[in-house]
T-cell receptor, first 114, second 111 residues
């Protein structure tokens, strides 16, 4: 069964600190992995997308890594800001259908305190 | 920010009412999707469309129906709402093999 598991479920950090969120997946065949940020009451917004051959991708203070051999990804947030408080969702796309089916994790709820 | 819109953003209705959630996009995307998301849970695909006059059911069984008469418009209808339909509904669109862009969502509460 194709699955995406994220940890931790929730995380509280102080403003200015760094943090790392984890994603493990079993989706096969693999096409790409995305990290989305979802603010409360809003739709998800894409942060990064990585294909099989990419092992790191940055977007400002967000850096995603991918180990396709172990089927693990991480999202590192540097110098956190209050606006980083959101749910971060790991999404994996398969290569087995024309739809390019997306498999969603449950997200990590990040809270940044001043 | 992506040009995809959903209305209403919030809706509280009584059991048995018929409702339509609107979704429109101005990007000319062929593919459109409806997801259901409960708090703290993953998104579940309930409907998708490859283009005009194309609609398919997703992974999660849903009592809702959709239509795709125009490229930019993908409304979702519940003929008779029930408390079990209380959830957040997210619409998305994409180019043929591209990234999905999400709307802001409709939070539905059925009393």
């Amino acid at each position: 069964k194709n699955q995406v598991e994220q940890s931790p479920q929730s995380l509280i950090i102080l403003e200015g600190k760094n943090c790392t969120l984890q994603c493990n997946y079993t989706v096969s065949p693999f096409s790409n992995l995305r990290w989305y940020k979802q603010d409360t009451g809003r739709g998800p917004v894409s942060l990064t997308i990585m294909t099989f051959s990419e092992n790191t991708k940055s977007n400002g203070r967000y850096t995603a890594t991918l180990d396709a051999d172990t089927k693990q990804s991480s999202l590192h947030i540097t110098a956190s800001q209050l606006s980083d408080s959101a749910s971060y969702i790991c999404v994996v796309s398969d290569r087995g259908s024309t739809l390019g089916r997306l498999y969603f994790g449950r997200g990590t709820q990040l809270t940044v305190w001043p | 920010e992506a040009d995809i819109y959903q209305t209403p953003r919030y809706l509280v209705i009584g059991t048995g009412k018929k409702i339509t959630l609107e979704c429109s996009q101005t990007m000319g995307h062929d593919k459109m999707y409806w997801y259901q998301q409960d708090p703290g849970m993953e998104l579940h695909l309930i409907h998708y469309s490859y283009g005009v006059n194309s609609t398919e059911k997703g992974d999660l069984s849903s009592e809702s129906t959709v239509s795709r008469i125009r490229t930019e418009h993908f409304p979702l209808t519940l003929e008779s709402a029930r408390p079990s339909h209380t959830s957040q509904y997210l619409c998305a669109s994409s180019e043929q093999e591209g990234e999905q862009y999400f709307g802001p969502g409709t939070r539905l509460t059925v009393t």
